[in-house]
Structures are given as structure tokens and as C-alpha cells.
């Protein structure tokens, strides 16, 4: 399972959602729909992202960057200090500087909100 349409098919069919219903709540026609299941055409940004909301997935596993099919979340449970603090111990020391990093830039930015 290789290629976007492969893992959109995989995902819809995984959880019961018919190819109609999810070309209605992207808001797209079920040819269309089709031709991305089938590879023929590719979705643009947008779409993708749409895509990976409706089925509760990560555009990373969309696209093939990672095998995981995290689920889409909009809770700040699911990202709890101990659950990121246990992430990052398993970084390693390059990848740990990147997240300080980008922390940094996200907090000062929240600071000029």
C-alpha cells in the first residue's frame, strides 16, 4: 500500500465509510473520489487535508511518510506534557534540539498574540 489512493481506500474502507459519503463531506463528486482512490488523479492540498479530517488520519500517512494511521484529534488530551516529554526522550539528540527549537519560536510567537 504504497501510493495516496491505496491508503485512502484502505482508511475509508477500515472504518465503514462508503466512497459516495466521503466525497460528500470533502465536497467533491464520487467520480472524482474514484479517480483519487484509483491514482488517476491526485489530490491538491486542500482536499488531502479534508481527507485526512474526515477519516481521522494524518496527511503523513496519506501521502506514505509514515505507516501510522494516528488518529486526527482536536484535543488537548491527546497532547499532555507527559505524552510529549516521553516522545521527546525518545528523540534523538539532533531531532531534540529541533523540537526546542521550534518550541521557542511557537511561544515567543503566542507571546506577540
Same mark, same amino acid.
Given at each position: 500500500? !504504497?501510493? *495516496?489512493?491505496? %491508503?485512502?481506500?484502505?482508511? %475509508? #474502507?477500515?472504518?465503514?465509510?462508503?466512497?459516495? +459519503? @466521503?466525497?460528500?463531506?470533502?465536497?467533491?463528486?464520487? /467520480?472524482?473520489?474514484?479517480?483519487? +482512490? =484509483? =491514482? *488517476?488523479?491526485?489530490? =491538491? /492540498? #486542500? $482536499?488531502?487535508?479534508? $481527507?485526512?479530517?474526515? @477519516? %481521522?488520519?494524518?496527511? #503523513?500517512?496519506?501521502?506514505? %511518510? &509514515? =505507516?501510522?494511521?494516528?488518529?486526527? &484529534? !482536536?484535543?488537548?488530551?491527546?497532547?499532555?506534557? +507527559?505524552k510529549l516529554f516521553n516522545i521527546i526522550l525518545k528523540l534523538n539528540d539532533e531531532n531534540k534540539i529541533r523540537v526546542y527549537e521550534r518550541a521557542v519560536t511557537l511561544w515567543e510567537l503566542q507571546q506577540k498574540e
Open positions: 500500500m !504504497n501510493t *495516496i489512493g491505496e %491508503r485512502i481506500s484502505y482508511i %475509508r #474502507d477500515l472504518q465503514g465509510i462508503k466512497q459516495k +459519503e @466521503l466525497a460528500e463531506i470533502i465536497g467533491v463528486t464520487k /467520480a472524482t473520489m474514484s479517480k483519487y +482512490e =484509483n =491514482n *488517476i488523479n491526485i489530490p =491538491n /492540498a #486542500d $482536499i488531502l487535508c479534508k $481527507i485526512s479530517e474526515a @477519516l %481521522r488520519t494524518s496527511t #503523513d500517512y496519506l501521502v506514505g %511518510r &509514515t =505507516n501510522r494511521m494516528v488518529p486526527y &484529534t !482536536n484535543t488537548t488530551e491527546a497532547y499532555s506534557p +507527559e
